[in-house]
């Protein structure tokens, strides 16, 4: 089942948006080299403290943590800890939830750690956000579930991975819907097969966390024995980004990202809802 938002949990939604938002500045500035992946934590914490927000990550399932921290070849899912240190030419995606009055936001984001980056390094992230930001233009009244799905592998299909070679669209793991719970049905791929159908048609109301992962090589992946940390079977490095998208009378409206997505939804042709809380 599908759970449909009204216009006012939608605003509710988006005050979590916009703690997610808040936590991702402050764990972006935070992510230098010399810092551990539990300092990140600490910072999400007192962000999440200061806005009166609760966590949707910690004790979820039994995760230990308030936000994932995945480095390098780390997918997603990777446990915050004072052992991992980050180091120049690393990258991290920083994947963080709130919740507020009952309802959730969750988004991720990859973040480049000091100076000197490959340029394939850079390109993956670039082609990852913007595979996001396809399906998220995809998110409008009458289009299926599979048309974000689609936006978003063709995206990725058509760009040329430097050095040759095709970019991996990680299988086993993909976007959900959100609402009352983080993780609610549907579960939104990040590829289209027949075996899945069309999907349900979106309507207003309808609320998807859209998230590509991305890596240089394999799309396959493998959970660490702390069953909980995802990486690449072939050790590439890959990426993440994530945002919580509610579909509206008006438009697709970002919840997670500080504008509602005014600016990136207008360079590809879209108008973005009103934001409720402007």
Not at 56 to 74: K, M, R, W
Not at 148 to 173: C, D, F, L, M, N
Not at 238 to 263: F, N, Y
């Amino acid at each position: 089942m599908v759970e449909i938002k009204t216009p006012e949990q939608i605003a509710k939604m988006r005050e979590a948006g916009l703690v997610v938002a808040a936590v991702h500045a402050a764990t972006g500035a935070a992510a230098v080299p010399g810092a551990t992946t539990n300092d990140l934590d600490q910072v999400a914490r007192k962000v999440l403290a200061e806005h009166g927000a609760k966590p949707n990550f910690l004790g979820y399932g039994g995760f230990p943590a308030t936000i994932c921290t995945s480095v390098n070849e780390v997918v997603v899912h990777g446990i915050p800890d004072g052992k991992t240190v980050l180091k120049d030419g690393d990258i991290i995606s920083v994947d963080a939830g709130a919740i507020v009055d009952g309802w959730h936001g969750d988004a991720a984001f990859t973040a480049f750690v000091g100076t000197g980056h490959a340029p394939e390094l850079v390109e993956l992230s670039r082609v990852t956000e913007e595979s996001m930001w396809a399906g998220i233009a995809a998110m409008r009244t009458g289009n299926r579930l599979v048309d974000v799905s689609r936006a978003i592998e063709t995206y990725i299909r058509r760009q040329p991975r430097p050095g040759g070679g095709k970019y991996g669209i990680i299988e086993e793991y993909g976007g959900h819907g959100i609402g009352t719970a983080m993780h609610m049905d549907p579960h939104l791929l990040n590829y289209v097969t027949r075996k899945r159908g069309k999907g349900p048609k979106l309507v207003p109301g309808f609320c998807l966390a859209i998230e590509p992962m991305v890596s240089l090589g394999t799309p396959r992946t493998e959970v660490l024995e702390d069953e909980w940390t995802v990486v690449t079977t072939d050790g590439t490095w890959s990426s993440h980004w994530e945002h919580s998208v509610a579909l509206t009378e008006e438009g697709p409206l970002v919840l997670t990202a500080p504008d509602g997505g005014r600016a990136k939804l207008a360079e590809l042709g879209i108008t973005a809802a009103p934001d409720p809380l402007a």
